[in-house]
């Protein structure tokens, strides 16, 4: 299932237009779009907004349902009330995966909207990151579907860590250091408010990654223990190293970060614990996760 998304041969960028914001700078679909196209994405790219016809030379489709090509993946750069119906037409047209950029979610105070958002991808079997997200980017295979800033930069280095991370601030400032001084990534993914795919879901991948031989993370809470232990235990056997940083310690650092991701922190001694037991490394600086 990761693999229509990591490894995504099609990718549908909903939301890229020729018109610009009230301060005159490129709306985000256009910016997602202008990076997958410099950083020289292989695969087939799409824009879709109903008010264009062609943008950067490339056939501008009403909606994803209109695309005539099967889709892999579809960045879904709209506001977030749009968002909903935008996930039930990928979920009509088959989109296998999708990146929900938007906040706005149950990080602001609307659970509500998320929920829906949630109802609508399972009902078309759409698996998704995000929302509140700042996309993914996978080295390995010359995609970038991201909307950091760094991704201005003119090439990314491939090499063998893959970083999750839950800060999208944090994770574009590593991604700039590990590419300039730590000879590159092989994927980067900003994981948002894990309303679908959850951090344990990309290492269960990334464990089998051939791409990849180090897991980065850089977390503010689990939402799901179990599955993010089975997901350490199965990166332990495969031999690849897991180097989490984690904020979250105290309780005031704990609420702040539950209201930035939505994320559950739970219990420290807890996740000492399971880090323990399964190898993964545990470091007290951000600037620790790379090598």
């Given at each position: 299932?990761?693999?229509?998304?990591?490894?995504?041969?099609?990718?549908?960028?909903?939301?890229?237009?020729?018109?610009?914001?009230?301060?005159?700078?490129?709306?985000?679909?256009?910016?997602?779009?202008?990076?997958?196209?410099?950083?020289?994405?292989?695969?087939?790219?799409?824009?879709?907004?109903?008010?264009?016809?062609?943008?950067?030379?490339?056939?501008?489709?009403?909606?994803?349902?209109?695309?005539?090509?099967?889709?892999?993946?579809?960045?879904?750069?709209?506001?977030?009330?749009?968002?909903?119906?935008?996930?039930?037409?990928?979920?009509?047209?088959?989109?296998?995966?999708?990146?929900?950029l938007a906040s706005g979610f149950s990080e602001?105070?609307?659970?509500?909207?998320?929920?829906?958002?949630?109802?609508?991808?399972?009902?078309?079997?759409?698996?998704?990151?995000?929302?509140?997200?700042?996309?993914m980017i996978s080295i390995a295979n010359d995609?970038?579907?991201?909307?950091?800033?760094?991704?201005?930069?003119?090439r990314f280095n491939k090499g063998d860590i893959?970083?999750?991370?839950?800060?999208?601030?944090?994770?574009?400032?590593?991604?700039?250091?590990?590419?300039?001084?730590?000879?590159?990534?092989?994927?980067?993914?900003?994981?948002?408010?894990?309303?679908?795919?959850?951090?344990?879901?990309?290492?269960?991948?990334?464990?089998?990654?051939?791409?990849?031989?180090?897991?980065?993370?850089?977390?503010?809470?689990?939402?799901?223990?179990?599955?993010?232990?089975?997901?350490?235990?199965?990166?332990?056997?495969?031999?690849?190293?897991?180097?989490?940083?984690?904020?979250?310690?105290?309780?005031?650092?704990?609420?702040?970060?539950?209201?930035?991701?939505?994320?559950?922190?739970?219990?420290?001694?807890?996740?000492?614990?399971?880090?323990?037991?399964?190898?993964?490394?545990?470091?007290?600086?951000?600037?620790?996760?790379?090598?």
């Amino acid at each position: 299932m990761l693999d229509a998304m990591i490894r995504a041969r099609s990718v549908a960028i909903v939301g890229a237009s020729q018109q610009k914001t009230e301060t005159g700078g490129d709306k985000l679909g256009t910016v997602a779009l202008n990076y997958l196209l410099a950083h020289n994405y292989p695969g087939k790219v799409y824009p879709v907004n109903p008010k264009e016809t062609e943008i950067r030379g490339l056939a501008c489709y009403p909606s994803v349902k209109d695309i005539p090509d099967d889709i892999d993946l579809a960045l879904i750069a709209v506001p977030a009330k749009a968002s909903v119906a935008v996930m039930k037409d990928c979920g009509v047209k088959g989109v296998k995966t999708a990146i929900v950029l938007a906040s706005g979610f149950s990080e602001a105070g609307e659970p509500e909207l998320e929920a829906d958002l949630i109802a609508a991808a399972k009902e078309g079997g759409v698996r998704f990151c995000g929302p509140n997200t700042n996309g993914m980017i996978s080295i390995a295979n010359d995609m970038v579907c991201c909307t950091s800033m760094v991704c201005a930069m003119p090439r990314f280095n491939k090499g063998d860590i893959a970083f999750l991370t839950q800060s999208g601030a944090v994770g574009g400032s590593m991604l700039g250091t590990g590419n300039e001084e730590q000879g590159g990534f092989s994927h980067w993914i900003s994981v948002g408010n894990e309303a679908d795919l959850q951090v344990a879901d990309y290492l269960d991948y990334l464990a089998d990654d051939a791409d990849t031989k180090v897991v980065a993370l850089f977390i503010e809470g689990i939402r799901d223990p179990g599955k993010f232990t089975r997901a350490c235990a199965k990166a332990a056997q495969a031999g690849k190293p897991v180097v989490v940083y984690k904020i979250g310690l105290s309780e005031v650092s704990a609420a702040a970060a539950a209201s930035h991701t939505g994320a559950m922190v739970g219990s420290d001694a807890v996740f000492d614990a399971v880090c323990r037991k399964y190898g993964v490394v545990r470091v007290d600086d951000a600037a620790d996760l790379l090598p």
